[in-house]
Each structure stands twice: as C-alpha cells, then as structure tokens.
C-alpha cells in the first residue's frame, strides 16, 4: 500500500518563496518506475496540474504559469519529491496535493485518472 504525505505549506507574501515536499512510503506493485505530480486546487475551481517528474530519468512536466517559477525535484532513494516555488502570486493560492503512478514509459502526464494514489493536502495562500 502506497501513502503520500505531503507538507511545507503556510502562508507568504507576494513574490515570496515556499518549498512544498511529498513524502511516498510503501511499494506498489509495478513497473519500478513512476510519475510524481504535483495538482492544486483553489476554492471554486477544478484541480489543475502544476509539475511533475518521473523517476527514471527526472524528466519534469510543469503548467505553463509555474515555468521559470516552479521547480520539481527528487530523490529517488528516499522517494521524496519537492516542490520550489518562487516568486508566488495571489493566484497560486490552493490546497497542493501530490500523487503518484506506476509509468513504465518516460514521458509523465497530468492525466488525473493516471494518478492512483493521492495525499491529503498541504495549504499554500499567498496574500
């Protein structure tokens, strides 16, 4: 069984940093090799993926408004996942969550019916 944790999220000025991490535990059964993708959710409004990263060869995905911005990033050994978010806006305000998928291809998706395993949630607001 496969549980995420995630956490990091709190409460920041405009243009201010956070570092959002998910903590997976627990093996699934599959190829080896994953996605781990960050989703936000604001209030009102449907969940959108903001980055993702595969953990064969780290390659990365992210919505257009988190790039420059955003960074995802792993270790593989510890299967820990961070989020580096810089420069933050009203907008980025939302509950974040991670979630994970087996992928045995290389290229992740922010498909939510891939995602078989979600975390609770940490909050980000930014006033």
């Known amino acids: 069984h496969v549980q995420l944790v995630e956490s990091g999220g709190g409460s920041v000025r405009t243009g201010g940093s956070l570092t959002l991490s998910c903590a997976v535990s627990?093996?699934?059964?599959?190829?080896?090799?994953?996605?781990t993708g960050w989703f936000r959710q604001a209030p009102g409004q449907e969940r959108e993926g903001v980055a993702a990263i595969y953990s064969g060869d780290g390659s990365t995905i992210y919505m257009d408004s988190a790039k420059g911005r955003f960074t995802i990033s792993q270790d593989v050994a510890s299967k820990t996942v961070v989020l580096q978010m810089n420069n933050l806006k009203t907008e980025d305000t939302a509950m974040y969550h991670c979630?994970?998928?087996?992928?045995?291809?290389?290229?992740?998706?922010?498909?939510?019916?891939?995602?078989?395993?979600w975390g609770p949630g940490t909050q980000v607001t930014v006033s």
């Open positions: 979630a994970v998928y087996d992928a045995y291809e290389g290229r992740c998706s922010f498909r939510e019916d891939f995602y078989d395993y």
């Open positions: 627990g093996n699934g059964d599959g190829s080896g090799y994953w996605c």
